[in-house]
Structure formats: structure tokens, C-alpha cells
T-cell receptor, first 108, second 115 residues
Framework: DAKTTQPNSMESNEEEPVHLPCNHS???????IHWYRQLPSQGPEYVIH???SNVNNRMASLAIAEDRKSSTLILHRATLRDAAVYYC?????????FGKGTRLHILP | DVKVTQSSRYLVKRTGEKVFLECVQD?????MFWYRQDPGLGLRLIYF???????EKGDIPEGYSVSREKKERFSLILESASTNQTSMYLC??????????????FGDGTRLSIL
């Protein structure tokens, strides 16, 4: 199965941009790149997804490398409410595999 | 607003008991999933279902079974609970078409303790 590699934790200051990296060197041509996040005491929630092109939505941006072997989730202006575990996931079918994710700490 | 509802946020049971965890979704989704989440291990897929009365094993099905008698309801069953099944259990659902593969809605989880 395709795997992703993320740093265990990251810190950022409030109101600054955050770049969360993800390596997925074994990605196949049909795999989508999804990002989820999990706030304390909640289930994971969808953040963004992409296939080849960079994507933007109201929550974040997703930058995908040209060879698709890595991607970066960008939170443009972090708030304290963005403190969560962020999961980068590859999906080729309805079965998705979660790794350990990156725990993002936001410093006030 | 779309909703995946898990019947209990917290549950305490004893070793050897038969335990039922219930999950209901109101989005008419075809696919439903059960995961467990443990510190340091992330989320692991236990079972999933593509349709009523259908089930597929995930990565860690041992010690569990599932039931999908109605489209909106997916039950996880611990046949004989053991202490190593103490965990956070998460239910999710997704559409088969119209949304990208991998787009799942999650419930808020059931924290199960087996004594």
C-alpha cells in the first residue's frame, strides 16, 4: 500500500502561515492526495484534496510537487483553533489508510 | 448539516462481554467504515461496507464483526471483549459517486474501555 511520511510535530506562531509537508514517493498515477485534520475530542474532518494541480479552498491550500512525490498543506494564517493532528493520505479507492499525522501546535 | 452519529461517546465494559457499537448516518451514503485509533498508531481500518448486507475486512478485523442491515446503520460487534480492544472507535461514511475517492465524513468517536 502507498505510504506517506510526515513529521511527528510542528509549531507555528498564531497569525503566521504554516507549511505542513508530506512525502509520498510510492504514489501511483490514480492516487488522490487528501488531507484531514483531527481536533481534540473529535473525529477527523476533511480539509482538502488534489490529484496533480495545486488546490485552494476556504480552509487551506494544497501544493503538489510536479512529480507528485510530495505535497504541502498550507494554512495561510494560523489561529489557535487550527491546533490539531493533520493527516496526509493517499487514496486509490474508497479504503483510505491513515498514518500517524503531524501534531500542529499554535503558539499565541 | 451532514451527520455521522455514534451512539455513545464513552463506554465501559467487562472482559468477555459482547459489545455493540452503533453508527448512523443521515446522508444516504453507500459506504460505511469502522476504524480504531490508538496513540502512536494513528487510525486503522477494521471493517467497511459498500452496501446493505455487504462487508469487507479492513486491516485489523480479528476479534470484530459488523452488521449492515439498513443503509444508514453500521454496527461494530466485539464478540468477546478483551482488554486490548480498549481504544477510540471511529465510524465514517462516504458516497460511492459524485465526490472524490477518500472523502469521508466521520463521527466523533466512542471511547471504549474494557476492564
Amino acid at each position: 500500500d502507498a505510504k506517506t511520511t510526515q513529521p511527528n510535530s510542528m509549531e507555528s506562531n498564531e497569525e503566521e502561515p504554516v507549511h505542513l509537508p508530506c512525502n509520498h514517493s510510492t504514489i501511483s498515477g490514480t492516487d488522490y492526495i487528501h488531507w484531514y485534520r483531527q481536533l481534540p475530542s473529535q473525529g477527523p474532518e476533511y480539509v482538502i484534496h488534489g490529484l496533480t494541480s495545486n488546490v485552494n479552498n476556504r480552509m487551506a491550500s494544497l501544493a503538489i510537487a510536479e512529480d507528485r512525490k510530495s505535497s504541502t498543506l498550507i494554512l495561510h494564517r494560523a489561529t489557535l483553533r487550527d491546533a490539531a493532528v493533520y493527516y496526509c493520505i493517499l487514496t486509490g479507492d474508497d479504503k483510505i489508510i491513515f498514518g500517524k499525522g503531524t501534531r500542529l501546535h499554535i503558539l499565541p | 448539516d451532514v451527520k455521522v452519529t455514534q451512539s455513545s461517546r464513552y463506554l465501559v465494559k467487562r472482559t468477555g462481554e459482547k459489545v455493540f457499537l452503533e453508527c448512523v448516518q443521515d446522508m444516504d451514503h453507500e459506504n460505511m467504515f469502522w476504524y480504531r485509533q490508538d496513540p502512536g498508531l494513528g487510525l486503522r481500518l477494521i471493517y467497511f461496507s459498500y452496501d446493505v448486507k455487504m462487508k469487507e475486512k479492513g486491516d485489523i478485523p480479528e476479534g470484530y464483526s459488523v452488521s449492515r442491515e439498513k443503509k444508514e446503520r453500521f454496527s461494530l460487534i466485539l464478540e468477546s471483549a478483551s482488554t486490548n480492544q480498549t481504544s477510540m472507535y471511529l465510524c465514517a461514511s462516504s458516497l460511492s459517486e459524485g465526490l472524490p475517492v477518500g472523502y469521508q465524513h466521520f463521527g466523533d468517536g466512542t471511547r471504549l474501555s474494557i476492564l
